[in-house]
């Protein structure tokens, strides 16, 4: 038997007080006699396991009613970036009376959003660290490589007016995000300088669990516990919730390919967390590993004061020179002498078989950056969590997840943001919003599929080396041009797909096309026209005006 099913009783006698800070207490009326004697027991052995009484009681039953006919669900939310701030406003913005009939959802959410540094944003705050201790990817001078109108969420536009530039800076993007918390009243659900250092399901035993790889039917939506450390006081914090998302994002831990004969290397090597400044590489020269958006863009700017640059790409086929930035093959090796290798790996015919005629070697690279990415990390989630949950570094795939977003096996966890090359914070809201809803009765939503087929559903997901063929496993939760009909999907899901969500998607779909063109047709060091184009939506034709461009002329729309 489920104990939670026995709890109706106790629901007065756990009563959350939500401070304006978010903070939480809860109080016990002193009717302990009323409780049914297995429950006291219970409730005892958690007192000397060093909860309170009061905390063991609301462990016990987290879901509630508020007199009104509304169960409260509690909701914890893992991080204050964009993802936690688009996850927070979903659930908030569920608790509104219908706009139709004019009535309270059948549901209400509290929400706690439990954020580590003391002000929201994630990777988006800037801080002049040190050059010794820096572990934030942000740099001083990024621009957004995405234009502002495609980047915003839904319901808080940007942009669009042709006065200022499309492609902003990093502070810019942080009072972007200031502004919708303010907007939508989010501060007073975050809980600031609180590091979660554990995650646990609590499972409910039941005899079937040893089922579908140790879970149960009716242990699915299981509640999960929270332990974390407030920062300013150290004082350690349990709480139980009905739901958990996860929006910790995947820019904290490194990546960097090995690289043989590294040791032989005489000058500084790095990752790109670590960059900041151009002028720290001022004469130098520079190799940057890796030519996605973060390695082209770094190379440009240390191109401006470097002797010289060579920026590698494992799908560029031979050696060309931008003036000092040189675009180079894959990088090998590291020679005896501390020479780079490079080499274009070059398909002679239709078999499998690659050969490497082309090679190249340079003596004279002084630091070698590694624009290589990042793994997903959740330092929080252990062998004591419960949890299966596999997240290997290096590979770059997280599972077993449902639609790479809700925990397979127990979807009253999701994973917010964790697919990338996409415009991250539409993803987000939809993702958000997709979650919210299967904790509604929202009209139009597609509830979940049945465990065994979300299980399924995971495995194919995990072993599909992402949308395109042939695949890779660090490609999993690759999406760039199928991240549209994930969103469809999502948006099916949610009950949110209609007309207008249509013309959103497809605007984006146009923006999105058209601003990465124009980054592509760009040469490594040369100038970044691309980012003076000014866009403005237009959502009812599914296209956009350019308001201003230094590439062709300014009337020419999509």
């Known amino acids: 038997m489920v104990l939670r099913s026995r709890l109706t009783p106790l629901t007065a006698l756990a009563v959350a007080i939500v401070s304006p800070t978010g903070a939480r207490a809860f109080q016990t009326t002193a009717i302990i006699s009323s409780i049914p004697r297995s429950i006291r027991v219970a409730s005892k052995r958690a007192i000397t396991s060093s909860k309170s009484f009061a905390t063991s009681v609301a462990m016990m039953s987290t879901t509630k009613n508020n007199g009104e006919g509304a169960n409260i669900k509690r909701i914890g939310i893992i991080g204050g970036g964009a993802a936690g ?31 580590t540094r003391n002000s929201i944003g994630g990777i ?29 969420f839904r319901e808080f536009s940007w942009g669009g007016d042709g006065e200022e530039a499309s492609y902003v800076t990093h502070r810019q993007v942080h009072q972007y995000l200031a502004d919708y918390a303010k907007e939508f009243n989010l501060l007073e659900n975050i809980r600031f300088g609180c590091r979660v250092n554990h995650l646990k399901v609590l499972h409910n ?117 931008f003036g000092n930035v040189v675009l180079m093959p894959k990088t090998q090796s590291i020679d005896e002498n501390g020479g780079v ?48 949950l596999k997240s290997i570094p290096g590979e770059r795939r997280v599972k077993p997840l449902y639609e790479q977003l809700w925990h397979a096996p127990h979807p009253s966890l999701s994973f ?45 997901d995990a072993n599909s080396g992402g949308p395109d063929s042939p695949g890779r496993v660090q490609d999993t939760h690759f ?28 605007t984006n779909k146009a923006l999105y096309d058209r601003s990465g063109k124009e980054r592509k047709g760009m040469t490594p060091g040369g100038d970044d026209l691309y980012r003076k184009t000014r866009f403005r939506r237009v959502d009812g034709q599914q296209t956009y005006e350019i308001l201003h461009s230094e590439l062709e002329p300014a009337t020419a729309s999509g």
């Open 85 to 115: 701030l688009a996850s927070a406003r979903a659930f908030l913005r569920a608790n509104q009376p219908d706009q139709r009939e004019g009535t309270r959802r059948n549901v209400q959410f509290e929400v706690t959003v439990l954020e």
């Open 205 to 321: 035993n039941d005899d079937d669990s040893e089922k579908n790889g140790g879970v149960s039917d009716c242990d699915t939506w299981p509640q999960i516990n929270l332990e974390w450390i407030d920062n300013e006081n150290n004082q350690s914090h349990t709480q139980t919730f009905d739901n958990i998302c996860i929006c910790n994002g995947h820019y904290a831990l490194p990546s960097s390919p090995p690289l043989r004969g590294i040791e032989s290397f005489s000058g500084r090597v790095i990752h790109a967390i670590e960059y900041d400044d151009p002028n720290d590489f001022a004469g130098q020269t520079v190799l940057c590993v890796g030519a996605r958006a973060s390695g082209a863009d770094i190379a440009r700017e240390i191109g401006l004061v470097a002797e010289r640059v060579y920026l590698s790409d494992s799908t560029c086929d031979k050696m060309q020179e």
């Open 479 to 506: 999406l760039g041009s199928h991240q549209w009909d994930y969103c469809r999907q999502l948006a099916k899901i949610g009950g949110m797909y209609d007309d207008a969500m249509e013309n959103y998607l497809a």
């Open 124 to 152: 988006w705050e800037y801080e002049d660290e040190s050059k010794s201790t820096k572990s934030r990817p942000m740099y001083r001078n990024l621009r957004t490589n995405l234009p502002k109108e495609l980047m915003a």
């Open 416 to 460: 917010i943001g964790l697919p990338h090359s996409v415009v991250p914070f539409p993803c987000f809201e939809i993702q958000s919003a997709a979650v919210v809803s299967q904790l509604t009765s929202k009209d139009g939503r597609i509830p979940l599929p049945s465990l065994s087929e979300r299980l399924a559903a995971a495995e194919r």
């Open 341 to 388: 290798n490079f080499s274009a790996s070059i398909k002679k015919d239709n078999s499998d078989n690659n050969e490497t005629d082309d090679e190249w070697t340079v003596n004279d690279v002084d630091v070698i950056i590694f624009c290589s990415g990042y793994d997903y990390s959740f330092p929080f989630i252990n062998e004591e969590s419960n949890l299966d």
